[in-house]
């Protein structure tokens, strides 16, 4: 099984700062016939069920506001809130899905300053 | 705008067995994959199983294979999770979710989730 590793486990950062988030896989989840990396991020609100973000490692879904992106290739993927508001205070997990069974990283917990 | 609705948890004894449902709607059901994913309270998230479009595929995580079996009733739209043998570490929240992509047979993303459901196993 692929393992993705995330750092930091935990985060505080002030509002209006950046936040960066890191997921490393223990193998690369890039497809070279797709060109595309099978990499996901979720953000969990506490007492809700996860919300997906980005997929394809960096393509955002409907909905999601452009200060979040996503970045990385191979086995290294950086999730970046450029500007953190007080809505994004969540627990945050990256997702493989080059392999079946797909595997999440630990998460991290992202909160303000 | 598509729904899951997950059923079917409560509080079961180690060794006993448990269906849980998910009632699907707002989307066409028949042209998506489906996965079930679970969370151990204040854990982590787990894939649990996925089930293809046409129902010929089922994958399952190595923790779950030989005593859960994912169905699904394409003219109810709902998805099935059967679980046997089960035991205290299978205690989570239950999600039930629609697959990103929808044709691929072992799945991809994960882009729509239940509420969940919550299955304890306790003596």
């Known amino acids: 099984d692929i393992v993705m590793t995330q750092s930091p486990d935990s985060l505080a950062v002030s509002l209006g700062e950046r936040a960066t988030i890191n997921c490393k896989s223990s193998?690369?989840?890039?497809?070279?016939?797709?060109?595309?990396?099978?990499l996901a991020w979720y953000q969990q609100i506490a007492g809700q069920p996860p919300k997906l973000l980005l997929y394809?490692?960096?393509t955002r879904e409907s909905g999601v506001p452009d200060r979040i992106s996503g970045s990385g290739s191979g086995t290294d993927f950086t999730l970046t809130i450029s500007s953190l508001q007080a809505e994004d205070v969540a627990v945050y997990y990256c997702?493989?899905?080059?392999?079946?069974?797909?595997?999440f990283g630990q998460g991290t917990r992202l909160e303000i300053k | 705008q598509a729904r899951l609705v997950e059923s079917g948890g409560g509080v079961v004894q180690p060794g006993r067995s448990l269906r849980l449902s998910c009632a699907a709607s707002?989307?066409?059901?028949?042209?998506?994959?489906m996965h079930w994913v679970r969370q151990a309270p204040g854990r982590g998230l787990e894939w649990v199983a996925v089930?293809?479009?046409?129902?010929?595929?089922?994958y399952y995580a190595d923790s779950v294979q030989g005593r859960f079996t994912i169905s699904r009733d394409q003219s109810k739209n709902t998805l099935y999770l059967d679980m046997t043998s089960l035991r205290a570490d299978d205690t989570a929240v239950y999600f039930c979710?629609?697959?990103?992509?929808?044709?691929?047979?072992?799945?991809?993303?994960?882009?729509?989730w239940g509420q969940g459901t919550l299955v304890t196993v306790s003596s």
């Open positions: 394809w490692a960096s």
């Open positions: 707002g989307f066409t059901f028949i042209n998506y994959a």
């Open positions: 997702q493989q899905y080059y392999t079946t069974p797909s595997t």
């Open positions: 193998r690369s989840v890039f497809s070279s016939s797709k060109n595309k990396n099978y």
């Open positions: 089930i293809s479009y046409d129902e010929y595929y089922k």
């Open positions: 979710v629609r697959d990103g992509v929808g044709w691929s047979p072992s799945g991809t993303y994960f882009d729509h």
